[in-house]
């Protein structure tokens, strides 16, 4: 019982950090799009308005984002009821945009700073706590239909389940699927290849 639990255990543990591995690195290209569409618009078409530059930069990183850890990160475990994944993905992402943009807010007027190095940092600190409520939200909550089904993890529907579906275990016979009391099954053939149970020929009587 206890060596199962622990295989469940790593097995479940293998399958989060993939995923944190991928909605990492999607993180990492939506961090470039946020800061680097930031900068252009923070100097050039929204000079001196960083939070409208900011509130515009996550925008365009969000819809980079959903489509990215759709069709990649989380893409077994989508919603058939697309409206709905939708519905709650632009849910989290607002509360997302209201966390890293209010970190820029909070900088750029209440501390009155208005250098755009500063500013910006406030943006990246912000971006770096909604992500974690964002990772949690999307494995949990919006893309939660199915488990991951990629090559090398078959096994991953068995890691949340009972047991009953599991793989065959050993239960003393060698060969791994027996019927549990340690004899060979019904059928099974020998060594030469002819079944257990085949009848042996009858020699002929003596003259």
Do not use: C
């Amino acid at each position: 019982m206890f060596s199962s639990l622990s295989a469940r255990i790593r097995g479940l543990a293998s399958l989060f950090w993939r995923e944190v591995a991928k909605f990492g690195t999607v993180g990492a290209f939506a961090f470039i799009v946020d800061n680097g569409l930031w900068w252009l618009l923070y100097h050039g078409v929204l000079e001196g308005s960083a939070t409208k530059a900011r509130l515009i930069s996550a925008s365009a990183a969000t819809l980079f984002s959903w489509v990215a850890n759709r069709f990649w990160t989380f893409r077994r475990r989508r919603q058939n009821n697309v409206t709905r994944e939708l519905v709650l993905f632009l849910i989290i992402n607002g509360v997302g945009i209201v966390i890293s943009s209010g970190f820029t807010w909070v900088a750029q007027y209440p501390m009155g700073i208005t250098d755009a190095k500063w500013l910006g940092f406030a943006g990246i600190v912000g971006i770096g706590v909604a992500t974690i409520l964002r990772f949690f939200a999307y494995r949990f909550w919006v893309f939660n239909a199915v488990l991951d089904e990629e090559p090398g993890f078959q096994d991953d529907y068995e890691l949340l389940d009972d047991g009953t579906k599991g793989p065959a275990r050993n239960t003393g016979d060698g060969t791994g699927n027996g019927s549990g009391n340690g004899s060979t099954p019904v059928g099974d053939s020998g060594p030469s290849g002819t079944s257990s149970l085949e009848a042996k020929p009858t020699p002929p009587a003596a003259p």
